[in-house]
């Protein structure tokens, strides 16, 4: 996407405040990077965010069994991983993934996250601190929130069991 655009890696990279190596590794890739850098790339190349985790031809109707899913991407290190449960169509503007928490021992992730879209997420599975705008707010299994990405966020592990959290991204179409 980046080359039909005619937009060189440094111009890209500049954009979204990364640097041209670690832009290269993920075109190519060689490492795994997190979804509020993978949105900014996405927003530098006005593409949905889904074209950059996982480029796929449009369709009508996108059926994936687990069993064909890739099964986790990403790194504990970032604090979670994820797995994307449609290639949606870049006309619509939701983006559904499960976001698979790191356990509380294993998660040093303290920096937050923002991004262009907002998100909404259910929790599955565990329970999580969801740090939002500089507020801490328990969550469980069953629980549900809606917010602006582009505001400070992070999902903190409670305990050592995880968490799996079904989260939308959503573009806002006034936005866009």
């Not at 980046?2 to 500049?14: E, P």
């Not at 969550?139 to 549900?144: A, F, R, T, V, W």
């Not at 400070?152 to 936005?175: C, K, S, Y």
Request: glycine share 6%; proline share 5%.
């Amino acid at each position: 996407m980046r080359l039909r655009k005619k937009r060189t890696q440094q111009q890209v990279a500049d954009e979204c405040g990364i640097s041209k190596s670690l832009l290269s590794k993920i075109e190519n890739g060689q490492t795994a990077s997190a979804i509020a850098t993978l949105s900014k790339i996405s927003d530098a190349l006005e593409v949905p965010l889904s074209w950059v985790l996982e480029e796929k031809p449009e369709q009508d109707l996108v059926l994936l069994p687990k069993s064909k899913r890739p099964s986790k991407i990403g790194d504990e290190n970032m604090g979670y991983s994820y797995e994307l449960l449609a290639n949606r169509s870049q006309y619509t503007g939701i983006e559904p993934t499960i976001v698979h928490v790191t356990p509380k021992d294993l998660n040093v992730r303290e920096e937050l996250y923002t991004h262009s879209q907002d998100e909404f997420i259910f929790i599955l599975e565990g329970s999580i601190y969801l740090n939002y705008d500089g507020e801490k707010h328990y969550m469980e299994k069953g629980d549900s929130a809606y917010f602006q990405g582009s505001k400070p966020h992070l999902f903190i592990p409670v305990n050592n069991d995880g968490a799996q959290v079904l989260t939308f991204f959503i573009t806002n179409p006034m936005e866009t």
